[in-house]
């Protein structure tokens, strides 16, 4: 084994140097090439932070003032914030902070969510904590991450699917989003233990939002992005690419997507209360582009850039640099395809192709980055983890 490995290593090298790079100036370029993603990383969640900020201040505007336009401007403030969090998908699976042992993924976009855990649904006025006054006679920020997936995944009780759901109400339509009243927040039965909720659900996504802005942090000295910059290049790429591997093929063509496709289920759908689905999967497959291409431009337009697995690739193979790029453009523009609404995108004969399409041009992509990953001497699986 050992024997096979060193004649790989050495075959690795006469491959790199043969296209046009000394084993020093690759070497180099998988150096830069990690440091540009640690810098994306950061500011995606710097940039998530921020506008979930805005989303919060919304939230307390709506909450302490229920009326159509603060309401109206809340969840414009969710789809605003939705945008720069849906890119940040691509650092998952990597290995990383988000998804560890203490990781807050589960508490920031757990789905799909039982909205009967949350406040009442159609049919069942009294069901859910907002409603459970006996039980919990206070909602706060603590209870609400306690009962976090409490009894079944399903069960969710944070993020922004908690928050969507506050504020949409439950889709019961076949071609449009929830339409919860703000009056919900005015003279409903437990009105203010609703906006205590809504409150308390949005001062948490900031709490776990500022923890991954921390790790990351390149001021701070101790923090994941120290040592993920600190480990060797290799295993860092190997990370970049499982996570951009796993989430092309496996959790956004097929979790995401594919199931609700199969099932025809609005249900299944990210963002099935304000029928934001398909940002959902567009924002996603945005990620996996900008992690591959080095590049991330931020919300208020300026860019964050540099060496890429792109350029490494091409320092490589020129040909399969040029079949990434093709691929990597092709999945992301497959999903822009999508028929939107994404619940008729799933129902509809005339539009579920645009949705098989994208899957299988993701499901190709990340196959791509399995191949990228082999002609760098790297291994990596696209599968979900078990």
């Not at 506050?166 to 449009?176: A, P, T, V």
Request: aromatic share 8%; with cysteine; hydrophobic share 40%.
């Amino acid at each position: 084994m050992k024997i096979r490995l060193i004649l790989l290593s050495i075959f690795v090298f006469l491959f790199l140097s043969a296209c046009g790079g000394s084993e020093a100036e690759i070497a180099e370029l998988k150096t830069e090439v990690v440091s540009t993603y640690a810098d994306i990383v950061f500011a995606n969640y710097e940039d998530s932070l921020t506008t979930a900020q805005d989303l919060n201040a919304a939230i307390e505007a709506f909450v302490a003032n229920p009326s159509e336009d603060t309401h109206q401007a809340a969840k414009d403030a969710w789809l605003a914030a939705r945008e720069p969090y849906g890119q940040t998908e691509a650092f998952r699976f990597a290995s990383g902070p988000i998804d560890d042992e203490d990781g807050p993924e589960g508490l920031l976009n757990a789905w799909p969510l039982d909205e009967g855990y949350i406040d009442y649904v159609e049919g069942v006025a009294d069901s859910g904590i907002v409603n459970n006054v006996a039980d919990y006679p206070e909602i706060n920020a603590a209870l609400l991450e306690s009962l976090n997936e409490v009894g079944a995944e399903e069960n969710v009780s944070t993020g922004y699917h908690a928050i969507e759901f506050l504020l949409w109400g439950q889709d019961l339509s076949d071609d449009g989003s929830g339409a919860r009243s703000y009056t919900d927040y005015t003279t409903a039965d437990n009105a203010d233990r609703r906006g205590q909720y809504l409150v308390a659900a949005s001062e948490l996504l900031l709490v776990h939002l500022q923890s991954m802005v921390d790790e990351w942090d390149p001021n701070s000295s101790g923090n994941y992005r120290a040592s993920f910059l600190d480990q060797e290049a290799d295993v860092s790429i190997t990370q970049m690419l499982t996570g951009i591997g796993i989430l092309s093929k496996s959790e956004l063509a097929g979790e995401r997507m594919f199931v609700a496709y199969d099932n025809q289920d609005q249900e299944d759908e990210h963002s099935c209360f304000s029928d934001n689905t398909h940002r959902d999967i567009i924002t996603n497959a945005q990620g996996i582009f900008n992690v591959y291409n080095g590049s991330y431009t931020r919300v208020d337009g300026s860019v964050v850039s540099g060496a890429s697995i792109a350029d490494l690739i091409a320092a490589s193979d020129e040909a399969l640099a040029d079949d990434m790029k093709a691929l990597a453009d092709t999945a992301l523009a497959s999903t822009m395809d999508i028929h939107t609404p994404f619940d008729l995108a799933i129902s509809e004969a005339d539009f579920r192709p645009t949705v098989i399409d994208s899957v299988n041009a993701l499901q190709d992509q990340g196959d791509k980055f399995a191949e990228v990953a082999s002609i760098l001497g790297l291994t990596i699986s696209t599968d979900l983890p078990e």
